[in-house]
């Protein structure tokens, strides 16, 4: 667990002096395992609890100028060992946040044999639930911008930090920023880890099929060792475009609604359903965009396929000249699988 002590939770907020952390800690662990180790990975998570418990420094240390000595036994430059401590501090404000938002509900209640009553006192009286439901979205809100500040400033560190990678992107766009050269998602590393399987499910239902099997797998190969040609970045700057466009139209649509065992469910409304503030975006605004972003991507694969039915040869982009998909300039123009009307707005092989 990255939080322990009270001290630790109230970097996040100004709770009462009374708080002790024994209450929160079921709503520390939920957040945990609910909102930080998806976002920063297992792998990642272990060693920051591996960093807490190697001796390396007292939990509790506040983030000063870099120790001169270090720790000889970590192997680990002086520097490195503050910026780590630096990211996890900013991971753990982000987990007090989360577990306010979880826990904040349940706060002012007593659960037992004898049923629920409302926790009050001469001088105490439980808040009004439009203030508890308002609170509610102002920890969920900056919990969600703590946990962007982290990876941001992971992402400037990563060389310095001496950290393994968080998790990793196997696809042509590999970080937030470069996905918000194409698509605008605020620079939210948060959301762009919430987009990869999206990303990966394009890539295989669109990318590769345009390209080939062949010449996707190839090019996807020399794109991870960092070998592509100049020939293969210009096809990278087409593919890329696409790639986000058809994300965000597939993310549109799935991105706000839970998927549970008894029901779909829209979980921004679900939650705040109670709050007339930031009203979410109409549904009818929602399709407009969808349908934006999809003529956006499939122009883009048009494009695409057209640029390598005129410029495949047997010496460049080869293994696409010889596949199936190649059909030659004259042909290019004649495919109708990237037509922009009602009638046919999806991609067929």
Not at 7 to 28: C, E, G, H, K, M
Not at 286 to 304: F, H, P, V, Y
């Amino acid at each position: 667990m990255l939080i322990t002590t009270i001290q630790q939770f109230r970097t996040a907020s100004s709770i009462n002096v009374s708080n002790t952390i024994d209450p929160w800690l079921p709503y520390i662990s939920e957040a945990e395992e609910t909102f930080i180790i998806p976002v920063i990975g297992i792998e990642m998570f272990n060693t920051i609890v591996t960093i807490l418990n190697g001796g390396i420094r007292p939990v509790n240390a506040p983030i000063v100028e870099p120790d001169p000595g270090g720790n000889p036994g970590t192997g680990t430059e002086p520097g490195a060992i503050d910026l780590q401590l630096a990211f996890i501090d900013k991971i753990r404000r982000a987990e007090a946040l989360y577990a306010l938002y979880l826990g904040i509900d349940e706060m002012s209640l007593s659960i037992s044999s004898a049923g629920i009553q409302v926790i009050a006192s001469d001088t105490h009286k439980p808040a009004p639930q439009y203030q508890i439901m308002n609170l509610k979205e102002t920890y969920i809100t900056r919990a969600h911008r703590q946990i962007d500040v982290a990876l941001a400033f992971f992402s400037d560190n990563q060389v310095a930090i001496e950290l393994d990678s968080l998790v990793p992107s196997p696809y042509f766009i590999r970080n937030a920023a470069e996905f918000q050269l194409q698509a605008d998602i605020h620079n939210s590393r948060r959301v762009f880890l919430t987009l990869l399987p999206i990303i990966g499910s394009i890539e295989k239902k669109y990318i590769s099929p345009t390209l080939s099997p062949l010449f996707f797998k190839d090019l996807k190969q020399k794109f991870q060792n960092g070998q592509l040609d100049d020939d293969e970045l210009l096809l990278l700057d087409m593919i890329t475009p696409a790639l986000a466009h058809l994300t965000l139209a597939r993310a549109l649509l799935e991105i706000s609604i839970d998927i549970l065992d008894w029901g779909i469910f829209n979980n921004a409304a679900n939650t705040f359903n109670s709050i007339a503030t930031k009203a979410q975006v109409n549904n009818e605004r929602i399709s407009r965009m969808i349908d934006a972003n999809q003529r956006d991507g499939e122009a883009e694969l048009k494009m695409l396929q057209e640029f390598l039915d005129n410029n495949a040869s047997a010496s460049k982009y080869a293994l696409y000249f010889n596949s199936s998909r190649y059909v030659g300039a004259e042909n290019s123009v004649k495919r109708g699988e990237f037509v922009n009307d009602t009638a046919n707005s999806i991609f067929v092989v």
